[in-house]
């Protein structure tokens, strides 16, 4: 059975603090894994797809990264406008649409 | 931007009452899902749809949920015989390619009572 867990379960930083979101995942073979952004009472909201070991993607202040068993979300220089529960997700290759999600990080940053 | 649409935002309805909820996903998608999240804990697949018919279901979705796609714009749940666990935040999405950059509705919230 696919997992994802995602440590922390929160965060809170200051306004400029760089840091990183971790999502570890077992899965028999990874077709795609996924972040998301969820903002409270709301649908979650894609950021990335990532399909391979070493690859890389930047949207903003967010940066994804990928390695076999597991994914960072790093986020730099974070503004109060990043604050959200950020999701993590997988989907297995053989053949399954199913896309198991973790429980996510909540994210604060303040002021 | 386009977006999937739900309606309605809440919806509360007593035991053992029939519900439905709708969707309109983005126009030009061919998959279609439906995940529901009950408060605190994680989103959950419950179905995806394609080519008019289900692709998969996860045990969640027993004989008490139907999906349909009654026109070419709405995808809808059926929840036949409401329990209270099946209180939670349903999420339709759609995607144009099997599960790549899925987007999300923005759910609804049932509430049985």
């Known amino acids: 059975e696919d997992q994802v867990t995602q440590s922390p379960e929160a965060l809170r930083l200051q306004e400029g603090e760089s840091s990183s979101l971790n999502c570890s995942y077992t899965v028999s073979g990874l077709r795609g894994l996924f972040w998301y952004r969820q903002d409270p009472g709301k649908g979650p909201e894609f950021l990335f797809t990532l399909y391979s070991a070493g690859e890389e993607k930047e949207k903003e202040r967010l940066k994804a990264t990928l390695t076999k068993k597991e994914s960072f979300l790093h986020i730099t220089a974070p503004k109060p406008e990043d604050s959200a529960t950020y999701l993590c997700?997988?989907?297995?290759?053989?053949?399954?649409?199913?896309?198991?999600f973790g429980t996510g990080t909540k994210l604060q940053v303040i002021p | 931007e386009p977006e999937v649409t739900q309606t309605p935002s809440h919806q509360v309805t007593q035991m053992g009452q029939e519900v439905i909820l709708r969707c309109v996903p983005i126009s030009n998608h061919l998959y279609f899902y439906w995940y529901r999240q009950i408060l605190g804990q994680k989103v959950e697949f419950l179905v995806s749809f394609y080519n008019n018919e289900i692709s998969e279901k996860s045990e969640i979705f027993d004989d008490q949920f139907s999906v349909e796609r009654p026109d070419g714009s709405n995808f809808t749940l059926k929840i036949r015989s409401t329990k209270l666990e099946d209180s939670a935040m349903y999420f339709c999405?759609?995607?144009?390619?099997?599960?790549?950059?899925?987007?999300f509705g923005q759910g609804t919230r049932l509430t049985v009572v």
């Open positions: 999405a759609s995607s144009s390619i099997m599960n790549t950059e899925a987007f």
């Open positions: 997700a997988v989907q297995n290759s053989g053949g399954y649409q199913k896309v198991t």
